[in-house]
């Protein structure tokens, strides 16, 4: 939250003092109240004069004098239209003055002002609102909103933290609240609201607003409206959020759904809400309760006597852990159907799930598998976050084939740019797959210079064993422990994760298989050149069958093996192993390349090597069809034996200008260092859950895992794995279960994943855990 100046320090005496002497107001005897601020210092004044009892408001203030002006605009400006009579009046000085400086007892400049006072009762006083009062408040706060339409001042396009546009400040702040429930309630509510408001902000009506018409800023008399006041968080924002910030507070009842309603019929009845505006309310009333107990919880903190700052504070977090159990659907279908609206539709022409199932059990083979017990049914994506028909927002932390994030602007348009010009194939010239390659060059460290532009990632290490074979003319392979190279009955041969799993047929003959080189569980610990001895093995073992080795192929942080880091020291060995036996050396990078790791473009350069052939895929073009093979020149002529390689699709222009796009994407928007610096934060924060069925959180960047096991045991535990990704299914974020025994939850979302996706992640998995103790 930004810096908040010390409140003003002045007493009652000074105060009534002032008054006299700039206002000519006499204090009668016991004529003075403190009246409490969140930043103010604010007086009740009774003064008497011939024409009998007077009450006047005044109020001190270090906020900028711009601001201070601000407000009185605004005063000024509503005493000509409708709302006159709901608030207050500026009193002018005895100079003529609406405002006067002054200095308070430490000598802090401040700013001195007087209103009328608005008597009656604060609404927040009141045992229970009736409806007839709460829909008077929705048709007083649209009226004013009505009236302040047409407002324009110099200081109203200003930033602050109680602007709900601005709410993301709270992401910073989130260290007083004590992880678990409560937290996971405030990362959920902006989560939800930086992933279905903010992008829809342009298409509001924004203009000034009111800012907190709060249950301490209302005043009732005789079961009616009398005023609104408080005018110190006036600011510029999409109008709803004016409604959305009185239901914040009009809904801490017993029965707030039927509160937020009627309040809501007035002020559709006087300003009449649009579907958008409808459908986002929801999220903003959850954003306005979280910024509200964040600033609360600061504000004890800052001034432990001021209660007024946090008042509310107990009903807030109330309210805001029952409309997260309601639910966006339920709130906002019972809110339109009391203003007589139809229930937002965002996503037309959705079906239902039960009939996509029934038609998929139809149409698509049963070994095409859907995640999560009650399958999904996604209908767009923006950024980290994927949205059902329902417009539902998930967080997408398992996705790591939409690289830069789902749909990202600059890649659309380069698709639809290139579409709309040409798409060919590799037999003409083209200037696209040219650039691309020296793009993608680039980022490699010699030799490697030739490129192959295919179709995926399984394409692209079927093309890198047919070069290692036609450079070695041999035909054995090997691999490690846990491996998956991809889709073709070639690439199942050579992946354990497949063969040694169901449906599998066991180890071909000409497959070799090394130990995984797992420095937690491995049979050589943090040994990493002792697993590499296994490739001299498989040489002799191959030798002796008058066969050689042509490749070793790994990837260089194992994926489907567990998000495993090799052993120290793995991958060197192994490659001056494998090179010793005439082996060529294919690193695929296929889902750990691109800057996943963090600490580099590549995850092989961490390990200080440099392999013959790289592979790639899923990342390479954010989820169009592409892949790529990158080779040494040497291995590129022994590939070039007289038979021509063409790939229909590879390589084409599209493919080739969305891919570029990727990498111009990683560069300019830093998406490297983003995924160092959240993946770090990520780690260190999942490692300290201290839950004891949680063995390793492991990884590099935001390619990570949590290993689970029963405590104890270290019996991988499967069903507490599959029972947390569920967990945070149904709370709106998307993990899913990786590893031989189906125990590691794997992390890998879109490199832009930021601070606060990273704090709901840790959030949902802190309650995960707890839910699914045993």
């Not at 060995?573 to 005439?582: D, L, P, V, W």
Request: net charge negative.
């Amino acid at each position: 939250m930004p810096a908040v100046p010390p409140r003003p320090q002045l007493d009652a005496s000074r105060i009534a003092a002032l008054a006299y002497q700039l206002w000519d107001l006499a204090a009668s005897e016991g004529g003075l109240q403190d009246l409490g601020s969140y930043d103010d210092c604010n007086y009740l004044i009774t003064s008497r004069s011939l024409a009998g009892e007077h009450q006047h408001v005044i109020k001190v203030s270090v906020e900028p004098r711009e601001i201070i002006e601000l407000q009185v605009a605004v005063l000024r400006h509503l005493a000509a239209r409708p709302s006159a009579d709901l608030v207050p009046r500026v009193i002018p000085s005895r100079s003529g003055d609406a405002l006067v400086s002054i200095t308070d007892a430490t000598g802090q400049p401040c700013i001195m002002r007087v209103l009328s006072f608005i008597p009656g009762q604060l609404w927040s006083a009141l045992p229970a609102p009736t409806p007839a009062l709460r829909r008077a408040l929705g048709l007083a706060l649209a009226q004013l909103d009505r009236d302040l339409e047409d407002f324009e001042h110099p200081a109203m396009y200003r930033s602050t933290p109680w602007n709900l546009t601005e709410a993301d400040w709270i992401a910073d702040e989130l260290g007083p609240i004590e992880a678990g429930p409560r937290r996971a309630l405030i990362v959920d509510a902006l989560a939800q609201f930086r992933a279905r408001v903010i992008p829809r902000v342009p298409d509001l009506s924004c203009q000034l607003i009111h800012g907190d018409a709060n249950d301490n800023n209302l005043v009732v008399a005789s079961d009616e409206l009398r005023g609104i006041f408080d005018f110190g968080d006036v600011c510029v924002a999409p109008t709803i959020c004016d409604l959305a910030i009185a239901l914040a507070y009009a809904g801490m009842v017993p029965d707030p759904i039927q509160a937020l309603a009627e309040v809501c019929v007035g002020y559709h009845e006087r300003r009449p809400l649009t579907p958008l505006e409808l459908d986002l309310l929801f999220d903003l009333i959850r954003a306005r309760l979280a910024v509200s107990v964040t600033s609360s919880t600061l504000a004890r903190a800052r001034e432990p006597d001021n209660e007024h700052s946090f008042s509310s504070e107990a009903q807030a977090w109330s309210l805001l852990g029952k409309l997260t159990e309601f639910g966006r659907r339920a709130v906002t279908k019972y809110l339109a159907s009391a203003c007589g609206l139809p229930a937002p539709v965002r996503v037309p022409g959705a079906r239902s799930r039960p009939r996509l199932l029934a038609q998929r059990r139809v149409r698509l083979g049963a070994s095409l598998s859907l995640a999560y017990d009650s399958p999904l049914y996604i209908r767009r994506g923006e950024g980290t976050w994927l949205f059902d028909e329902h417009d539902n927002a998930y967080l997408d932390c398992v996705n790591n084939i939409s690289h830069v994030g789902h749909c990202h602007p600059r890649v659309v348009a380069a698709a639809a740019q290139q579409l709309a010009t040409l798409n060919t194939n590799t037999r003409y010239l083209h200037e696209g797959i040219l650039n691309y390659a020296e793009s993608l060059c680039a980022t490699l460290p010699a030799p490697l210079s030739v490129v192959f532009l295919v179709c995926s990632g399984t394409e692209a290490n079927e093309l890198a064993l047919r070069i290692a074979r036609a450079h070695t003319g041999a035909n054995e392979v090997v691999v490690v422990g846990g491996a998956y190279h991809g889709n073709s009955s070639t690439l199942v041969d050579i992946s354990p994760y497949k063969f040694d799993g169901p449906g599998g047929r066991g180890r071909p003959a000409w497959v070799h298989v090394l130990d995984t080189p797992d420095p937690r569980r491995g049979r050589h610990a943090d040994d990493g050149p002792a697993y590499a001895q296994g490739i001299a093995v498989a040489d002799q073992h191959a030798r002796a069958r008058g066969e050689r080795l042509a490749a070793f192929i790994c990837e260089s942080v194992l994926g489907c093996a567990g998000q495993i880091v090799p052993a120290t020291g793995f991958l060197a060995a192994a490659y001056e192993q494998a090179r010793a036996a005439g082996a060529v050396c294919i690193a695929d990078e296929v889902q750990v390349g691109f800057g996943r790791v963090g600490d580099a473009m590549w995850a092989f350069q961490a390990e200080g090597v440099v392999p013959d052939i790289l592979t790639l895929g899923k990342p390479i073009a954010n989820g169009h069809p592409v892949g790529a093979v990158v080779t040494t020149p040497a291995l590129a002529a022994s590939f070039a034996s007289g038979m021509e390689y063409f790939n229909s699709f590879g390589g084409n222009p599209v493919s080739c200008a969305v891919a570029q796009a990727v990498l111009d994407v990683i560069r300019e928007e830093g998406l490297i260092d983003n995924a160092r610096e959240t993946g770090a934060w990520l780690q260190a924060e999942l490692e300290q859950l201290g839950d004891p069925g949680v063995a390793q959180v492991r990884g590099r960047g935001l390619f990570l895992g949590i290993e689970l096991v029963e405590p104890g045991a270290e019996r991988p535990d499967a069903a507490r794995a599959k029972a947390l990704v569920e967990h945070a299914h149904n709370r709106g974020v998307l993990l899913s279960v990786d590893g031989p025994a189906h125990n590691v939850v794997k992390i890998k979302p879109p490199m832009c994943f930021e601070l606060i996706e990273a704090q709901i992640l840790v959030a949902t998995v802190a309650a995960g855990l707890a839910a699914t103790r045993r």
